[in-house]
């Protein structure tokens, strides 16, 4: 079946501006996590969705970052004036909910480069 | 919240040696950990996790060990091969809760 997507797979834009990431996660799945990922480095956790319950927002860098899912399935993570050092590979990844350890399925990933 | 430490960083090893990769994780309660290998410029996958109900599993040519008393959890790659190079992931999570990372070590494996 389908896997993790995510899009656009690359994006450029110039500091100052909004950007907008969008993840659709397994069909079925109902958590849904945000990472970013230095170029280099490990895996900076950002957000988690679980449900209907609220999400756990504690990972976000600054209040430029914020996130939703509607319908307890697409995911949107928006950058407000976006700055350099907001370079790097956004990465979503769902798991399902029903059983009491879940892998994680990650997408292909949000490379964002900020100029 | 939970916090995972991974070491080393980088680990490079010759071709057919063993190779050992250990986390640190800070919540009790955490029952399962999972490691993920990502290749470059790919995705990060699962390639073997335990939970914490046992001591130990097997796959192949890689091992996870865990120890809930000392709170640690470790990888081992026997007979390691080129293919074997790639950046290795650890992680904790409760149940469903959201899962930490640990900071990833870049494994080397020379010809």
């Known amino acids: 079946g389908a896997g993790v997507s995510q899009s656009p797979s690359n994006k450029v834009t110039e500091k100052g501006k909004d950007v907008e990431l969008r993840c659709d996660p397994i069909?079925?799945?109902?958590?849904l996590y945000w990472y970013r990922q230095s170029l280099g480095q490990g895996l900076e956790f950002l957000i988690y969705?679980?449900?209907?319950?609220?999400?756990?927002k504690s990972g976000l860098p600054s209040d430029r970052f914020s996130a939703e899912r509607t319908g307890g399935s697409v995911s949107t993570l928006t950058i407000q004036r976006t700055q350099q050092e907001d370079s790097a590979v956004y990465l979503c990844?769902?798991?399902?909910?029903?059983?009491?350890?879940?892998?994680?399925?990650f997408g292909p990933g949000t490379r964002l480069t900020v100029l | 919240g939970e916090n995972v430490e991974q070491h080393p960083s980088t680990l490079s090893v010759q071709e057919g040696d063993s190779a050992v990769i250990k986390c640190t994780y800070s919540?009790?309660?955490?029952?399962?950990f999972p490691w993920y290998k990502q290749e470059l410029g790919k995705r990060p996958q699962l390639i073997i996790d335990?939970?914490?109900?046992?001591g130990e599993k097997k796959d192949q040519r890689i091992a996870v060990t865990l120890n809930k008393t000392a709170k640690h959890f470790s990888l081992h790659i026997t007979e390691t091969q080129p293919e074997d190079s790639a950046v290795y992931f650890c992680?904790?999570?409760?149940?469903?809760?959201?899962?930490?990372f640990g900071a990833g070590t870049r494994l080397t494996v020379k010809p």
């Open positions: 992680a904790a999570s409760y149940q469903n809760n959201d899962m930490r």
């Open positions: 990844a769902s798991s399902s909910l029903g059983q009491n350890y879940n892998e994680q399925f």
């Open positions: 335990i939970r914490s109900n046992v």
């Open positions: 069909s079925g799945h109902t958590a």
């Open positions: 919540d009790s309660a955490s029952n399962y």
């Open positions: 969705f679980q449900g209907n319950s609220a999400p756990d």
